[in-house]
């Protein structure tokens, strides 16, 4: 295929958003055009991989491996997000509209697997996670399941919740040898008293991809919550939210989704929204029927009932095209080349003797790969990287793993990969 043929033959998205006025319109033009038949993408292709490349502003002076951290946005991204900012501005008005609403999130059901009318917008995952904890009619001494390698952001709403109600959080440690081996940790945590699960989708500190289908199984089967932190996953891996048999399920949109920053999705399936209750409610939650006089209210009957006050329109759109740049690449596409990279470079840490704490088998690792030096600490093994070798990546304190964390998104290379291990290679001799 003619590589600058791309965009005509790419997803309905890709074409629609490169008609946007441009960034500069010079610059949006002499983007190069992606496939509008995005079959099956060889991860290896590097030729169709670097193109995508081409989408990003992304400066070329360091390599950035911290999508973890923050995702990258590309410029139709950034374009409709500033475009939208423009428009507004110059009438003063908030752009809300509930087609514009709908059509987002549509993009979003795409994604996640779902209805658009399960999905809220949040400004990021621990909004999320906030929601769903404080929402959950849990009382004292109610149990919750969550493992020690969570983020910060899945662990703080849940204490601070423990310490105010009395509920109590139990934990295991990942075993990243075995998902069967995690699903009986979990098992084992499962008493009378315990009433929800609350787990990483892929984990903060090793990239780890948990077996979330047979979690779910588990949780139906004791009657359990089940609540799924996906920072980590959406936009990295496909998912299909329904087939996990999750109740709801939290990400961001600045992360893999590479949207515009403190954006973010939540997902309550349909049949939980009355259970989560909605804490924080406004006009957005609002059904329409409210009356002082007579106490009736009546919440939105979709998720957006989690939504409250005035929200930055712009940002939203911005989500929504990199949803559809997305989209348009495809997801399969994406997991399989970002996938390929983390194999590549856990492989090559393993063999310059790096202790590599992300799982090995296939169905468990992710395109994040955390290792360590036994001769080399954390901090100063991150330092060197970077100073010598221009590498963005991020220490990893969770769980005392005391590890370096490289993450590969669609605008990383194996040429990165190599990068990474010459600079790792390097520090041995620190
Ligand atoms: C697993 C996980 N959950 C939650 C968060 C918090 O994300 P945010 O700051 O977008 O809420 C992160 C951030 O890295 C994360 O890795």
Request: glycine fraction near 10%; hydrophobic fraction near 40%; proline fraction near 4%.
């Amino acid at each position: 295929m003619k590589r600058r043929n791309f965009l005509r033959t790419a997803g309905p998205g890709l074409a629609g958003l490169m008609a946007l006025p441009a960034i500069s319109s010079s610059k949006m033009e002499s983007l190069p055009k992606l496939p509008t038949t995005v079959n099956a993408v060889d991860p290896h292709d590097e030729a169709f991989w670097a193109l995508v490349r081409e989408h990003f502003p992304l400066t070329k002076d360091r390599t950035y491996l911290n999508t973890a951290g923050l995702g990258a946005s590309p410029y139709v991204s950034i374009n409709a997000l500033k475009s939208k900012i423009d428009e507004l501005e110059e009438i003063s008005e908030p752009g809300h509209n509930q087609n514009l609403w709908h059509n987002i999130k549509t993009h979003a059901g795409h994604i996640m697997g779902c209805s658009p009318d399960e999905i809220a917008y949040t400004g990021n995952t621990t909004e999320g996670v906030s929601i769903v904890c404080n929402g959950l009619p849990l009382k004292r001494n109610d149990e919750i399941i969550t493992s020690t390698h969570e983020h910060v952001g899945n662990i703080i709403a849940w204490l601070v919740r423990q310490k105010r109600d009395g509920i109590r959080m139990k934990t295991f440690e990942p075993s990243t040898l075995s998902a069967q081996e995690n699903i009986d940790r979990i098992e084992k945590l499962i008493t009378k008293k315990t009433r929800a699960i609350s787990i990483s989708h892929i984990t903060t500190a090793t990239g780890q991809v948990m077996p979330l289908k047979e979690i779910g199984e588990l949780a139906k089967a004791n009657n359990l919550w089940y609540f799924v932190d996906g920072a980590q996953s959406v936009g990295m891996i496909p998912l299909n939210a329904h087939e996990i048999g999750c109740d709801a399920y939290a990400t961001s949109g600045h992360k893999w989704l590479v949207g515009p920053k403190g954006t973010g999705l939540l997902y309550v399936k349909k049949e939980m929204l009355d259970t989560i209750e909605a804490k924080w409610v406004g006009a957005y939650s609002n059904a329409g029927n409210l009356d002082l006089a007579t106490g009736e209210v009546h919440l939105n009957p979709t998720a957006q009932r989690y939504e409250y006050g005035t929200v930055s329109v712009p940002l939203f759109v911005g989500l929504g095209a990199s949803m559809e740049f997305l989209l348009g690449i495809g997801l399969t596409n994406i997991w399989r080349r970002v996938h390929a990279m983390g194999a590549a470079l856990s492989r090559g840490l393993s063999d310059l003797g790096a202790e590599v704490l992300s799982p090995e088998h296939p169905d468990e690792h992710s395109a994040m790969i955390t290792f360590r030096l036994k001769n080399v600490g954390k901090d100063k093994l991150q330092s060197f990287l970077s100073d010598n070798y221009n590498l963005r990546t991020r220490g990893i304190y969770e769980g005392g793993l005391n590890g370096i964390r490289v993450s590969l998104h669609i605008y990383n290379s194996f040429k990165d990969v190599e990068k990474v291990l010459e600079g790792v290679q390097a520090a041995k001799n620190l």
